[in-house]
């Protein structure tokens, strides 16, 4: 991430973990985190290269690497001096010259993923940062989890649509990896007919959240039964939380309202261990549905991401589609999903769309997410794999083509939905994929050749 003088592209650098102080305080009024301007950064490379400083005390390290090797793919330089010309050819970003501004989250969420409020804080961050610089911007999100009712109405996916009309931004975020792992089961409920779903869970799972979206105008009972036979239910449709215990496993039941953002109802059921050994209740579970007035009828159910489950916990009979993670169902982002360049192949952990709402098309494009080699947190280079990876080529074809339009004078308005128009026109066929657009590639794979116009 440095210019062939060896000073850094990095503009800013907002450290969320960090305290603030008065040499590096927190950004515009946030009053959280540490900023480290270019100059500091700079300063910092120098002490470090004379042996000032040493490594480990540096400030806004990369400890898990998956931001780095997510930039590195972006906006990563190759050092041509020295190893393998034909490696490092590989290994270097797709807009390498490019500025970069990079945020590191805070305080993380039980389920390993930032809370929102940082995440929105990381965006207002940048968006805010481009306007003061007076430069268009392109933010990446290689982040989400499986929460929400995936139509695009959540809070966050709500914040994103409408700080992307800010400032000349373009935002970018993956579909997930969760296309493969059975976390996400469908259908559509008609009266008089009760319908089961069976949810296998594993040994030795500490905790387990099962979501189930509907319409709120739909009424059905639901009855839980446990492994062993016992069962719970059907319950009351009443806000506030329920409990009840079966089989050493205690059940946490939430009803949920419409919200100012969406017409759809949640109902959320936790499970947690009730005895000392600390796991729940093993086997295969069953949740039936009884219908009591069904108008619309389809309901949707959503397992925690697979990161954070035992392997095989799962649904049996699972609808791969819809497997979007969250907040990459939002209308106005570019949603980029996988496949492997070597093979020419969909990647099946890619997740798949379309959102709750049919007609609206997730993902856009596929990037290449499989066998990845990009930069390593120390120096060096990694091989990565997932949506994470495949979302910064999209980033850093967007860059390019902002570039292009905007700085270089050729279309002083390609940034946004503009962009996203351009990917999607430019976008290449997959082989095994005879209409476009489909819930796996969206419209293609991407190609920033095809996407400037002539």
Same mark, same amino acid.
């Given at each position: 991430?440095?210019?062939?003088?060896?000073?850094?592209?990095?503009? +800013?650098? #907002?450290?969320?973990?960090?305290?603030?102080?008065?040499?590096?305080? &927190?950004?515009?009024?946030? /009053? +959280?985190? *540490?900023?480290?301007?270019?100059?500091?950064?700079?300063?910092?490379? +120098?002490?470090?290269?004379? %042996?000032?400083?040493?490594?480990?005390?540096?400030?806004?390290?990369?400890?898990?690497?998956?931001?780095?090797?997510?930039? %590195?793919?972006?906006?990563?330089?190759?050092?041509?001096?020295?190893?393998?010309?034909?490696?490092? +050819?590989?290994?270097? /970003?797709?807009?390498?010259?490019?500025?970069?501004?990079?945020?590191?989250?805070?305080?993380?969420?039980?389920?390993? $993923?930032?809370? !929102? @409020?940082?995440?929105?804080?990381?965006?207002?961050?940048?968006?805010?940062? /481009?306007? *003061?610089?007076?430069?268009?911007?392109?933010?990446?999100?290689?982040?989400g989890n499986t929460y929400g009712s995936h139509d695009g109405t959540s809070l966050l996916e709500t914040y994103l649509d409408t700080v992307s009309d800010l400032g000349r931004t373009t935002i970018v975020i993956g579909s997930g990896n969760e296309g493969a792992a059975a976390g996400h089961t469908s259908g559509v409920l008609q009266n008089d007919m009760q319908e089961r779903v069976e949810l296998a869970v594993t040994s030795f799972e500490t905790k387990l959240s099962l979501q189930i979206w509907k319409n709120y105008a739909d009424e059905f009972g639901i009855v839980i039964e446990a492994p062993g036979g016992t069962s719970v239910g059907p319950?009351?449709?009443?806000? /506030?939380?329920?409990?009840?215990?079966?089989?050493?496993?205690?059940?946490?039941?939430?009803?949920?309202?419409?919200?100012?953002?969406?017409?759809?109802?949640?109902?959320?059921?936790?499970?947690?261990?009730?005895?000392?050994?600390?796991?729940?209740?093993? %086997?295969? #579970?069953?949740?039936?549905?009884?219908?009591?007035?069904?108008?619309?009828?389809?309901?949707?159910?959503?397992?925690?991401?697979?990161?954070?489950?035992?392997?095989?916990?799962?649904?049996?009979?699972? =609808? =791969?589609? =819809?497997?979007? !993670?969250?907040?990459? @169902?939002?209308?106005?982002?570019?949603?980029?999903?996988?496949?492997?360049?070597?093979?020419?192949?969909? &990647?099946?952990?890619?997740?798949?769309?379309?959102?709750?709402?049919? @007609?609206?098309?997730?993902?856009?494009?596929?990037?290449?997410?499989?066998?990845?080699? =990009? &930069?390593?947190?120390?120096?060096?280079?990694?091989?990565?794999?997932?949506?994470?990876? *495949?979302?910064? $080529?999209?980033?850093?074809?967007?860059?390019?083509?902002?570039? #292009?339009?905007?700085?270089?004078?050729?279309?002083? $308005?390609?940034?946004?939905?503009?962009?996203?128009? $351009?990917?999607?026109?430019? &976008?290449?066929?997959?082989?095994?994929?005879?209409?476009?657009?489909?819930?796996?590639?969206? #419209? %293609?794979?991407?190609?920033?050749?095809?996407?400037?116009?002539?």
């Open positions: 991430f440095r210019n062939a003088d060896g000073t850094t592209r990095i503009l +800013r650098i #907002w450290d969320q973990t960090k305290e603030p102080d008065g040499e590096h305080p &927190a950004p515009f009024d946030y /009053g +959280r985190g *540490a900023e480290y301007t270019t100059e500091q950064i700079n300063e910092l490379i +120098r002490a470090f290269e004379a %042996g000032g400083i040493s490594r480990n005390v540096l400030p806004a390290t990369d400890n898990s690497g998956h931001g780095t090797a997510v930039t %590195g793919v972006a906006a990563g330089s190759a050092d041509f001096t020295e190893g393998d010309l034909q490696s490092l +050819r590989r290994a270097r /970003g797709v807009a390498s010259e490019s500025n970069i501004i990079v945020v590191k989250m805070g305080v993380p969420s039980p389920d390993s $993923f930032p809370r !929102t @409020t940082e995440l929105m804080l990381a965006v207002d961050y940048c968006v805010r940062t /481009g306007i *003061a610089l007076n430069l268009p911007t392109v933010i990446n999100l290689s982040i319950f009351e449709s009443i806000l /506030g939380m329920q409990q009840f215990v079966i089989e050493n496993t205690n059940l946490l039941l939430y009803y949920g309202e419409p919200g100012p953002y969406s017409s759809t109802q949640e109902i959320y059921i936790e499970f947690i261990p009730a005895d000392a050994a600390g796991y729940i209740q093993s %086997g295969i #579970w069953n949740i039936r549905l009884i219908p009591r007035g069904i108008i619309d009828g389809e309901y949707h159910m959503w397992l925690p991401e697979s990161s954070v489950l035992n392997f095989n916990t799962r649904f049996l009979r699972p =609808t =791969t589609d =819809t497997t979007l !993670t969250i907040p990459s @169902t939002a209308e106005k982002v570019i949603t980029v999903g996988a496949y492997d360049s070597a093979l020419l192949s969909y &990647a099946d952990f890619s997740g798949r769309g379309y959102t709750r709402v049919i @007609t609206r098309v997730k993902p856009e494009i596929v990037a290449p997410g499989v066998n990845i080699l =990009t &930069a390593a947190p120390g120096g060096g280079f990694t091989t990565v794999s997932g949506t994470s990876f *495949a979302t910064p $080529f999209v980033s850093g074809a967007a860059a390019l083509l902002m570039e #292009w339009g905007i700085v270089n004078g050729n279309d002083l $308005f390609l940034y946004g939905e503009k962009v996203k128009a $351009f990917l999607i026109r430019g &976008a290449s066929p997959l082989p095994g994929f005879l209409e476009y657009p489909n819930p796996q590639v969206g #419209w %293609g794979a991407l190609c920033v050749e095809n996407s400037l116009p002539e």
